[in-house]
């Protein structure tokens, strides 16, 4: 068992895209569990794109990370000390962590990963945060009908690629976006969406048009900036728009550059009766055993596929991070901690 641990702070605050710079690597010393706590190693750390927002100092639905705290995030962790009558040496659990190899902690906010999570690493990814997120904000809001047509970016990311799959079960007709050759004939080929359009196409808005010849009924809106502009035209009278995340334009500072869009947006939001509604998943965390029991059957019989990004060592994780506002993911990114 090591006696010194790791864990990777913020440095400094971007400004735009970040750099390796604006993240530390520390050695700590590990902590010593007392009476009704466990010592928790991280196996698997989860990276998302929120948390390009907490490096941010702007009001936002959670508070910034502070300059020199602990970068935030979820892990997969396994018991390695127990003083806990609830937790046995061995156990794996799922905690918010943050980027850290080692914490100490008293069992209230750890959850127990049961045999349905297999691989582990799906309990951050297909069967965690963000499947979850693409679940309750496609069936809450964007009510997806048989023979309707849903469209989501990202398409080979865990939220897009469960919300085309989740889309297809419901009868669907999905639509998926995704950056690269690679990435796209996995969404169509892999994933089995109907049809995949590459954003990065100079013909893109056209190619989006022809792979929707019946209009788009749901937007699930994942990316925001240039996809949301080719989308919009293409809404059908009484589309659903979830607003999940806008990874576009996380690393943007300030106003966007070019003509105020707003006012035409809200015309076409007016005179097509389209719902634009935004949601952060935690508002649904009510539905977690309903989504896990559910997607966990459908991975077993065969009608959910994904895919993980497994970036191996702990120091990796900041470049890992900044690639994957890029698109340099290719599926769920997550780093797998190679300590004790
Ligand atoms: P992904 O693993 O899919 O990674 C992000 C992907 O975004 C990249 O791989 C890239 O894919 C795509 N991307 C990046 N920049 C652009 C761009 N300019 N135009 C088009 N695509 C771009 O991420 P997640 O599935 O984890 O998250 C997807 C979105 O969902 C994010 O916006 C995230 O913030 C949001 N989210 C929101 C939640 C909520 O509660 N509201 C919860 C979880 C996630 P490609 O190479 O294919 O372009």
């Given at each position: 068992m090591h006696t010194t641990g790791r864990q990777i702070v913020l440095a400094a605050r971007p400004t735009g895209t970040p750099k390796s710079t604006d993240f530390r690597l520390e050695e700590v010393a590990v902590p010593e569990p007392g009476d009704g706590e466990v010592l928790?190693?991280?196996r698997y750390l989860s990276l998302d794109p929120y948390m390009r927002g907490r490096m941010d100092d702007r009001k936002s639905y959670a508070a910034p990370t502070p300059v020199g705290g602990v970068m935030e995030g979820e892990v997969v962790a396994e018991v390695v000390r127990s003083r806990h009558p609830d937790y046995g040496i061995g156990e794996?659990?799922?905690?918010?962590?943050?980027?850290?190899?080692?914490?100490?902690?008293?069992?209230?906010?750890?959850?127990?990963?049961?045999?349905?999570?297999?691989?582990?690493t799906t309990a951050l990814g297909v069967l965690g945060m963000p499947g979850m997120t693409a679940y309750t904000g496609l069936l809450t809001i964007g009510k997806p009908q048989p023979n309707q047509t849903v469209v989501v970016a990202a398409a080979s990311g865990p939220v897009g690629s469960m919300v085309g799959q989740i889309a297809k079960i419901k009868g669907?007709?999905?639509?998926?976006?995704?950056?690269?050759?690679?990435?796209?004939?996995?969404?169509?080929?892999?994933?089995?969406?109907?049809?995949?359009?590459?954003?990065?196409?100079?013909?893109?808005?056209?190619?989006?048009?022809?792979?929707?010849?019946?209009?788009i009924d749901v937007y699930f809106e994942l990316v925001g900036g240039g996809v949301w502009q080719?989308?919009?035209?293409?809404?059908?009278?009484?589309?659903?728009?979830?607003?999940?995340?806008?990874?576009?334009?996380?690393?943007?500072?300030?106003?966007?550059?070019?003509?105020?869009?707003?006012?035409a947006t809200m015309r076409e939001v007016l005179s097509r009766s389209l719902t634009m509604r935004g949601f952060i998943v935690r508002e649904f965390w009510d539905?977690?055993?309903?989504?896990?029991?559910?997607?966990?059957?459908?991975?077993?019989?065969?009608?959910?596929?994904?895919?993980?990004?497994?970036?191996?060592?702990?120091a990796n994780a900041p470049e890992a991070f900044i690639g994957m506002l890029d698109g340099r993911n290719f599926g769920k990114l997550i780093v797998e901690i190679d300590e004790d």
């Open positions: 928790l190693a991280t794996r659990v799922l905690a918010r962590l943050g980027w850290r190899t080692h914490a100490v902690c008293d069992g209230t906010e750890l959850t127990k990963l049961d045999s349905r999570f297999s691989p582990v669907a007709r999905a639509v998926g976006i995704a950056g690269g050759a690679q990435k796209c004939a996995f969404v169509k080929g892999e994933l089995g969406f109907d049809a995949v359009v590459d954003h990065r196409s100079p013909d893109f808005a056209d190619e989006l048009a022809a792979a929707c010849p019946n209009g080719a989308v919009m035209p293409l809404l059908n009278q009484f589309a659903r728009v979830p607003v999940c995340g806008l990874i576009a334009q996380y690393n943007n500072s300030g106003q966007p550059e070019g003509p105020d869009r707003l006012p539905q977690r055993p309903a989504f896990v029991d559910e997607v966990s059957a459908w991975i077993s019989d065969g009608r959910v596929r994904f895919r993980e990004d497994i970036v191996k060592g702990f």
